[in-house]
């Protein structure tokens, strides 16, 4: 089993930054594939980018690409998300995932493993 707790959520103004966290425990997190997907009210849940096992391949999704980074620290297992020109179409609930293997994965069912999400609110 692995845990994953976000953080870093918030209400920001738009234009603003945020950086949410994955802090991940139970097993060997650099084992790992990782992703961030979001869900607005109403809508399906979308990946927003994900992270190959050493972080050296990643993905974004073209709405954040520029604005978002995708970075992680294997010796903390922590994945982070960097949120920069934030946009009040980026509100969501912002959730991270894991699933074993060493590549990043788009589609929300190849990963095992959940948090619990952070909600992410941008003020226009």
């Known amino acids: 089993q692995v845990q994953l707790v976000e953080s870093g959520g918030g209400l920001v103004q738009a234009g603003g930054s945020l950086r949410l966290s994955c802090a991940a425990s139970?097993?060997?997190?650099?084992?790992?594939?990782m992703g961030w997907f979001r869900q607005a009210p109403g809508k399906g849940r979308e990946v927003v980018a994900a992270i190959s096992w050493r972080g050296s391949n990643t993905y974004y999704t073209d709405s954040v690409k520029g604005r978002f980074t995708i970075t992680r620290d294997n010796a903390k297992n922590t994945e982070y998300l960097q949120m920069n020109s934030l946009k009040p179409e980026d509100t969501a609930v912002y959730y991270c995932?894991?699933?074993?293997?060493?590549?990043?994965?788009?589609?929300?069912?190849?990963?095992?493993?959940w948090g619990q999400g952070t909600q992410v609110t941008v003020s226009s």
């Open positions: 139970g097993r060997t997190f650099s084992n790992y594939g």
């Open positions: 995932a894991a699933r074993y293997g060493t590549s990043w994965y788009r589609d929300a069912g190849n990963y095992n493993y």
